[in-house]
């Protein structure tokens, strides 16, 4: 997503926050989910580096957004395939489900980046710090029986999209029955009280500004072999 569509997505995102609604299910088409910042877009800019800043940025705030939610529950689909920054991007989430057959890659050092959109707070509290450092070193896909069964996700849904559709529905519904949703609320809540965001967010841009503006780790010539298939 280029930074114009992610500044789109978070303030539509922001606007539905503000609506008098108990759950707001985040999903993307059927074809992918999301690859995370826009590196064609990135890689046609004047200034490649600077978009690139723009872009890392833009997506956060969709992140933030996700994290901070706390008058709502937030229920993430993958829809379909995800990479990098479009892995960690939905994991803030207080459910995460996938439809059957999504593989995802999660993780940024094939493109020379430390990675953004706060995966540094969400991917350790979903998966614990070790399995964190593996999924992030090893750089390999993973299908998503294996990302139910660390606990990358909830829940596996059906793979035909109408049928993905209905059972996602049904998902977001039950959550409303008993105390379920002011108990996921209230564990929001005080995990934010208690550990707030920002410091992660700082680190992981201080480590970007370096991979971005620094090319240490050669995401320049990464990025453009990608685009174009060199």
Not at 35 to 54: P, R, T
Not at 117 to 123: F, V
């Amino acid at each position: 997503m280029s930074t114009k569509q992610c500044a789109r997505l978070a303030s539509r995102l922001r606007w539905a926050i503000t609506q008098d609604t108990k759950i707001l299910v985040l999903t993307g088409d059927f074809d992918r989910f999301s690859n995370g910042i826009h590196l064609n877009v990135i890689e046609a800019a004047s200034d490649q580096a600077g978009e690139a800043w723009a872009n890392i940025k833009a997506i956060n705030e969709i992140a933030k957004a996700i994290v901070t939610c706390t008058e709502q529950v937030v229920v993430a689909a993958f829809t379909g395939n995800a990479g990098a920054g479009g892995v960690m991007l939905p994991l803030g989430a207080d459910v995460v489900v996938a439809r059957d057959g999504v593989v995802l890659n999660p993780h940024y050092a094939t493109m020379g980046l430390f990675g953004s959109e706060l995966h540094t707070y969400t991917l350790p509290a979903r998966v614990g710090e070790q399995q964190a450092r593996s999924l992030l070193a090893e750089c390999s896909a993973i299908g998503i029986r294996r990302a139910l069964d660390i606990g990358l996700v909830d829940a596996i849904g059906p793979r035909r999209p109408d049928l993905f559709e209905a059972w996602l529905r049904e998902v977001a519904t039950d959550l409303l029955e008993g105390d379920r949703l002011e108990s996921m609320l209230e564990r929001k809540r005080l995990r934010l009280e208690r550990d707030p965001v920002e410091p992660y967010e700082e680190r992981e841009l201080e480590e970007m500004k370096i991979d971005m503006f620094g090319d240490r780790n050669g995401f320049a010539e990464k990025r453009r072999n990608f685009v174009l298939k060199l």
